[in-house]
């Protein structure tokens, strides 16, 4: 996923960061905000996971939350 996607609609991903990874704090979210590179420090921190299994996560969320994107953009247009 392209990082300007995550940081441009941080508030709505927000949700989403905090549902997958709960030991997040919310100074944690504000450190991170849409930042994909401290993302990936903090739940390094947190969980205590190398550098490529947090990245192998972070890609995946990324890729699921992209899909959700495109899946909600096609219903609207099926919709209109």
Do not use: H
């Not at 508030?11 to 504000?30: C, I, P, Y």
């Amino acid at each position: 996923m392209n990082k300007q996607i995550i940081e441009g609609n941080w508030m709505q991903v927000k949700g989403a960061v905090r549902e997958q990874w709960g030991k997040l704090t919310d100074d944690d979210m504000d450190v991170i905000a849409g930042k994909r590179e401290q993302l990936i420090g903090r739940l390094k921190e947190r969980y205590g996971k190398s550098a490529d299994a947090v990245t192998s996560e972070v890609d995946a969320f990324e890729q699921r939350v992209l899909r959700a994107a495109d899946d909600a953009e096609q219903s609207v247009s099926d919709a209109l």
